[in-house]
């Protein structure tokens, strides 16, 4: 009985598939490795930066699409040998779209999920591409020839819906009714539950009449895409088929309703991760994903025997349509789409631990009897009766005429209402019949002109959308292509930044040119146009912020190729690199040969050819809506933070700037995509709304274009430590670098090793070994003396700095006070800092690494930044303790504080250990590819650079050591000389003869700089040359 109950229960779980995609053309650029592997219907996933963290789940299918297929004569992905291993479309189908087709034949709610991150399947598998058709078009194909083969036991009546769901509202694809403003509404009835008002369902019976509702469906969200200004990518898809089977014999009725969701990308939901921004609270990116994530896991605890009170649904649109579909009367499937690509690792993981939570699901389904039907037999019975009644009248010989006529009259009209049940279905099937053939005559209508003229097809972020739209060049002359849809001779397309009249097409002697009307933007092959230009085949076109097309030429000028690869990132590369950033410009910066793009750096790439024409579509809104802001793409240098000063790695940030009062804020990438989407929300409430829309501004405080100010990061400087570790005083002028490389500001700075009361140690106390200073006190001041040409307070005078710094285990950054309106501030900032007894680890530290010392840029109305003194401890002399371990060791009575600062600097080493390991990485990874391009090369490569790594080990020896520090003291003064030259610059208004002189100065400073390099190096050389003849004397060598 026991296993009758588990094999009950488990019957109407929610089966899930997991689904792995071929790498994407940017995962092999990026010379991505597959982290899943499959056996069975086990699935492992490791994790890329530590393969011995790999995880397994099991799902009801897996399917491997990832390797070994190819394509055939007719287009199709097939396995590359019979019975090979690899999953195609067909596979696909037979386990789960004809499980779905079974259950709702048998008369059974079925619903088919697909859940995934953007890119990774999901209408690939739902709805195919080309010939690689997916489950939805051949579930239907499979669902009339069965309805075919039994049509002599059964009538079959099959309605088609087809919606989205956008940022909560509702859009009927298939209607023709321009779209109410919010959307169609969603409610609830006691039998029917939650259903959409008002949704247009088309009777079917063929599964061609259902692609080419598709392909119409497919058009309206692609036009909903731009009008709304919308990413398809957050927008759910949704196909409902009802079934009805009639089967007039047995008089029963079954009827079934086939959920068909394509979900919108499953990382949306996550976009702005952990980081903090003000307008994150109140924002659902998109609330029927979390709320799905929500249900699904209360449903999940709930079948693991957890209390749970309530279950999410009513929180969102998605989860109330799809209420029966989870935990309800259906059986469903899920198909969770991956990619194996090491760089998805993350949402990857994140998929399968979703879909390991919604195979738990329990749902109860049954066998549907149709109201409709109940109708009809109730109708029937009713007549039976009335049937009876009027005969017994007759055998009774009762002569009651008004009874009489009453119960033939209740007869008739139910006889009618039986026969309007029955024939609505006729009269429907002809309507939906007659509407399809107009539509089809429009299709065949485009095809043909296809065959003729030359025209422009539209590109979409989503593959699924582009190629949708075809606009045509028809007849020789002009034609306007706009806003504006007044004239048989205008092109009318809408979009962000499209004008009234925003260009001019001209067909003449075969030859098609645009010319933009003065004011829009036009951009060609990535190159911004203002003049007519003449179109080729395969020429890009970018009309307005980003409407992208792809132009198509006269049928002679094509030649079969093959277009798909004119994709969206396709585009936006070809933009980016025309603005001058492409891929090589990142690895130059990395003093990387051009053709070798690191693949660490693809993804800040791509980000940025993501975030590109976002950033255009955001100014173009701002514009719109006068928010008087301005947006642009910076890639940051995290190497700025770095203490080691390695070049690590690279982001994104988006620089916002106000037109009118230059004020500055930077936004990260997670923060401004959250923006984006708020701001699209904003916009289509004031501009795109029509009728109705709420035209009054938002109030600040929900304003995805404004911020409070906050000081901002500018660059930072690198201080080297290690003339502390020999005790030496070091006065040095540093260069504040920006994140884009650029020179800030030069700060005159100094260490100063000192007595614990702060007076400068003297000649006597240097150091010749450095491991001298272990156990002993150490003191040492940092000056900031002077910031001079201060690049942020020179753009405008109304502005201020400070300067942080962070040494060694110090819980927190310090801050200089603010200096304002001065672009050569005197700062004559000291601080003192204590080592009680000098640990290895800052010797290490003093030794190996730089102070960061931070640029921080205020702005009028921004609030400054204080040090906060928390966990900071002191000594009696009011100087700031660091090496908090030894200073523990000292008293007893901290030793909390300590465990807190142990952990810190324990975490201080790791990340210290993980950059120094990934520096070397990407060293070895580098040289391995030069191995790999030049083979011949390589040994001798390898050779140098064993000899250069032999010749770096550094001496203890002591002779060795005061070499150095002699040198060191003199470069000391050469690096002083280098500064001076940095900052002699011939005067603004210099004429001839002080440029003459300007000249004479700087030969003659730069004599003395090579003097003094030259005599630093050559005594360094006689010193070390004395010392080595010295050690071979000793150990007798040529004795
Ligand atoms: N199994 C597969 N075999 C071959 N190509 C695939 C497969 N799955 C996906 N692709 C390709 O990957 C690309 C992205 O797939 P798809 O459009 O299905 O992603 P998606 O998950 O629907 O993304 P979005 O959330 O943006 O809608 C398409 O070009 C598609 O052809
Ligand atoms: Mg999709």
Redesign the pocket.
Known sequence: MRVRGIEMASKDCVKVAV?V??F?KRERDAGSRCVISMSSNNISIQDPRNPQNSRTFTFDYTYW?HSGFSRNKDGL?VPEEAGGRYADQTSVFLDLGQGILDNALQGYNATLLAY?Q???????SMVG?GSNKGLIPTLCERLFQSIRSTQDSRQCQVFFSMLEIYNEQVVDLLSKISRSAGGLRVREDQQRGFYVEGLKRVPCDSAVQVEQLMEQGTRTRTTAATHMNAN??RSHMLIIVQLKQIFSKECITKQSNIYLV?L??SERQRSSGSEADRLKEGTAINLSLTTLGNVISALADTALGKKVVHIPYRDSVLTKLLQSALGGNSRTVMIA?LSPADICYEESLSTLRYAERAKRIQNKAVVNESPTERLVKELKAENAKLLMRLSRLGQEGRKADDETKELRRLLTHNELQIRAIQTLWEQHLQEALKDWETQYATITQERRMMQMHPYIMNINE???LSGVVKLFIQEEGEWDIGLADNSPRVISIRGLGIQEKHAVFSNQQRRVSITPVSGSKVIVNGVPVSKRIELQHLDRLVLGSNSTYLFIGFPTERSGEDWSRYDYDYFQSELAEAEGFHIQSLCEDQGQRPHQPDPSLLPVFYDYIKLMPMVTEANQMSKELKKGVEFKLEIKNLAMTDSKGHDLEKDIAVRVTSLESKQVWMWSKAKFVNRKFLMEEAYQQQVGGGEGADRAPLPRERDPFWDPLEPLHLGSAHLWLQSLAFRIPLEEQVEVVGPEGTEEAILQTQLVPCSPMGLPLGEDDILIDPSELLGKRLDFQLVLDQCCGLRWVKEARNRGVQIGFRVFDCPQPLYTPAIWHNVNPLMDHRVQFTALRTSQELLNYLQSNALVLELWGLQEGCSELVSCMDGVKMTQEDNIIIDMISASEHSTAETRGSDLSSSLRALHQDMEQLRNVNAALRKENGCLREQLNSARNGVENNRGRQERRGSLRPSCDAEFAKALKVFYHSMTSVRGQLQRLRRHKPSEEADLLGFRLFVDEHTYLLKDFSEQLEQSVTTLKQDVAAIVRRKREKSGIWS
């Open positions: 689904r995609r071929p994407n699409s992905f995934g953007t890119g990774s399947g999901k209408s690939y591409y398809s990518s394509d919108a990308g789409t989503d593959a699924q």
